[in-house]
């Protein structure tokens, strides 16, 4: 009895995480003219051919993909070394640091797009250009993004015996040797959550984006400036294209891993 | 440990190289077309310029069902990049345009957004021996109230506000903007989410002018609205197409070009120009004083004028052209049809919305607010559930200091 109320429990949480996805895919194969999303007409792959003949679209999710894995990237790095150096403080200016870098975090999104706007666009006169663009997006995603990093790696470091840095010196590991062989695959786990944390982030991001673009168009804003006609269900497609390649690589991932496992035990 | 995030990163890199290779693909397929429109013009060489033009969501023929890409065109036939990015409302254009850091060079605003931008001097004056094709605008489109002398614009599209309904529930003929306040359709009836719009209905019924400054007739439009508000589904903008489609409502007000797609796809479903008379609203292109490519801006104006490409864009976009040369190019269906171009003397009933003086702006937006808030009522709701907050936190508080002090003793 316990295990069947436990069952129903489980099917309904997936059901609530998955059915909207569901739903998403299967009308991406909805043959409509007028791109309706609720009343079914048939099986079709026209919004697919439609959406690789769009430019717009892609040139949009190119400039989404760009912006995420710069930006995840460099604010990795520089979260990484900030949560080193801030493990490596005393108490009390360790906590300043971490209400700092914790603030725009639960700062609206929308105060950090208008006050980077502000911001970027009085630098960009003063410097002479003409306009926002990838350069800003750059730079709001990085900004955005670190906090979440510092805050996955930390704990890493904070579980980590500090001993185990000083023992490889005294084996005669120079240090930036010693921080390569034994720092950082001890806290890998935790940068690879923030990489991942800042990429989907990144990608998400409309608000913040929406201020900073200038004359760059991300997908999400893209998305939202079809609102006056209506959401094609070439979007559909695309999120289902996008569904289906990450869950191939995590299935891939873990089949690899299965494997890799195996063969360390047998 | 190492290795498995190592391709775990590996893979997430692979798989945002390959999406980026999509656009190249598609640009070769878009010259293939491209093709069939041009004059077999060579491509003309690089100028090293970029322009960029900012239009509504989903308003050019892009290259997608067999249209044209247009924007290709331009360019392989100037040699002008474009840099195309798009909005979904005229006040997002605005505050795009006053916050500063977007360099545009061509926008596409509505006719009182062009009226608004002309009064604070944000928009170039063309240089119309630059855009020779605006020969080719209708009478008609030319000097409008929006923007007197055609100086600063040049019309894109237009269209006109109608009703739609579902003929399956509604039996009657429509022909007055009162079946919107019929409580025979209530809870079936949906009504634009932004004010001009809405309010504009309700100035037609009261006989008003949709610009009037007078605070009067606003409050009385607004009354109008209030006793109409029980009776509508929701406040919607896109989601009308859901909704009509599906018969979840019965009868809507939406723009022409928009929402002929329905009719045309639907037995049930008819538009009507109701006899009280309409707005009608152009979409025009401007040059902000901004721009730094002013001379590449015209070209590009002048280009969406060609009545070819005109035709094509409006093919794609299902908005009305303002130049009769266009309709060769477009579909014969589309040019006979009343919903896409209605009968002069429906277009005798219209009116144009101009830019309202600062007062009369701020009056509206809060007596929107007011229709779409409700009265009073609803902002008790709101202190109550503040109230209800307040209540459970200092419940729990309470709670806490008691058992800390039960701990204690």
Same mark, same amino acid.
């Given at each position: ?46 919004? *697919? ?17 760009? %912006? ?60 002479? &250009? ?17 906090? *979440? ?22 084996? &005669?590991?120079?240090? =930036? ?14 940068? =690879? ?9 990144? %990608? ?17 804003? *893209?998305? *939202? ?42 | 440990?190492?290795?498995? $995030? ?28 491209? /093709? ?9 060489? #690089? ?13 050019? +023929? ?80 030319? #000097? ?20 739609? $309904? ?64 029980? /009776? ?25 070009? #928009?929402?002929?797609?329905? @009719? ?17 609203? @152009? ?15 015209? +070209? ?82 709101? @202190? ?26």
């Amino acid at each position: 009895m316990k295990k069947a109320g436990a069952r129903i429990y489980t099917f309904l949480i997936f059901l609530f995480l998955y059915a909207p996805i569901l739903v998403l895919i299967v009308y991406s194969f909805n043959d409509t003219e007028t791109a309706s999303r609720t009343v079914w007409g048939g099986f079709s792959l026209r919004w *697919y051919r439609k959406l690789f003949e769009d430019r717009l679209i892609l040139e949009a999710l190119c400039n989404t993909l760009i %912006i995420a894995v710069v930006s995840a990237a460099a604010s990795t790095v520089l979260g990484t070394m900030a949560a080193i150096g801030i493990n490596s403080m005393k108490r009390l200016p360790r906590r300043i640091m971490m209400n700092i870098t914790n603030f725009p975090m639960v700062n609206p999104e929308i105060v950090t797009g208008v006050s980077l706007m502000l911001l970027f666009v009085s630098a960009v006169r003063l410097l002479g &250009g003409r306009s926002l663009g990838m350069g800003s997006l750059f730079a709001a995603h990085i900004t955005f993004c670190l906090p *979440y990093v510092i805050l996955s790696v930390l704990p890493k470091l904070r579980q980590m015996d500090p001993n185990l840095y000083e023992a490889a010196q005294d084996l &005669g590991c120079p240090p =930036v040797r010693a921080f390569f062989k034994v720092v950082l695959p001890e806290i890998m786990p935790g940068i =690879v959550t923030g990489l991942i944390m800042a990429f989907t982030l990144s %990608i998400d991001d409309f608000v913040i984006s929406y201020f900073t673009s200038g004359t760059t168009q991300t997908l999400p804003i *893209y998305i *939202y400036s079809m609102t006056r006609k209506r959401i094609s269900p070439e979007i559909n497609a695309l999120s289902t294209v996008l569904f289906a390649v990450v869950m191939v690589l995590l299935i891939i991932i873990n089949a690899r891993n299965a494997k890799d496992q195996k063969r360390s035990e047998g | 440990m190492m290795k498995r $995030y190592f391709i775990h990163f590996n893979l997430c890199v692979v798989l945002c190289l390959a999406l980026c290779l999509f656009p190249v693909q598609t640009v070769l397929a878009g010259e293939a077309q491209a /093709l069939t429109v041009s004059d077999k013009e060579d491509a003309a060489p #690089d100028r090293g310029i970029t322009i960029n033009v900012y239009n509504w969501g989903e308003y050019i +023929a892009n290259g997608t069902d067999g249209s044209p890409d247009v924007n290709e065109e331009f360019t392989r036939r100037t040699g002008i990049r474009v840099n195309y990015t798009t909005f979904d409302s005229n006040e997002a254009l605005y505050s795009k345009l006053v916050g500063g850091g977007a360099d545009y060079d061509v926008i596409i605003p509505s006719d009182y957004m062009v009226s608004k931008l002309i009064d604070e001097n944000m928009l170039a004056e063309l240089d119309f021996s630059n855009i020779p094709n605006f020969q080719y605008i209708d009478e008609r489109f030319k #000097d409008p109230d929006y923007d007197p002398g055609s100086r600063y614009s040049v019309p894109y599209t237009w269209g006109v506000v109608g009703l739609f $309904y579902n003929t399956d529930y509604i039996e009657e003929e429509i022909t007055s903007w009162s079946a919107l306040w019929d409580d025979r359709y209530a809870g079936k009836i949906l009504m634009f989410d932004n004010p001009r719009d809405s309010f504009a209905i309700a100035q037609f019924m009261l006989g008003q002018s949709l610009n009037t400054t007078d605070e009067n007739d606003w409050a009385e439009a607004a009354a109008l609205l209030k006793q109409q508000k029980p /009776l509508v589904q929701a406040y919607v903008m896109d989601r009308i197409f859901d909704k009509m489609e599906s018969s979840e409502a019965w009868i809507a007000p939406y723009y022409s070009g #928009d929402a002929a797609i329905l @009719v045309e796809n639907s037995d049930s479903i008819q538009f009507v120009v109701p006899e009280e008379g309409t707005n009608y609203f @152009v979409d025009a292109m401007c040059i902000p004083v901004t721009s730094s490519h002013k001379e590449e801006a015209e +070209a590009y104006i002048n280009f969406l004028c060609d009545p070819e490409i005109a035709g094509a864009n409006m093919n794609y976009v299902g908005y009305s052209t303002p130049e009769s040369a266009a309709k060769a190019y477009i579909d014969q269906e589309m040019v006979e049809s009343p919903v896409h171009y209605p009968s002069d003397e429906i277009l005798e009933r219209t009116e144009v919305f101009v830019n309202l003086p600062e007062s009369t702006a701020k009056l509206v937006d809060s007596l929107w607010a007011e229709v779409k808030m409700g009265g009073p009522g609803e902002s008790i709701v709101l @202190v109550a559930i503040i109230l209800g907050f307040l209540g459970v936190y200092i419940a729990i508080l309470v709670y806490k200091r008691r058992k800390r002090k039960r701990e204690l003793a």
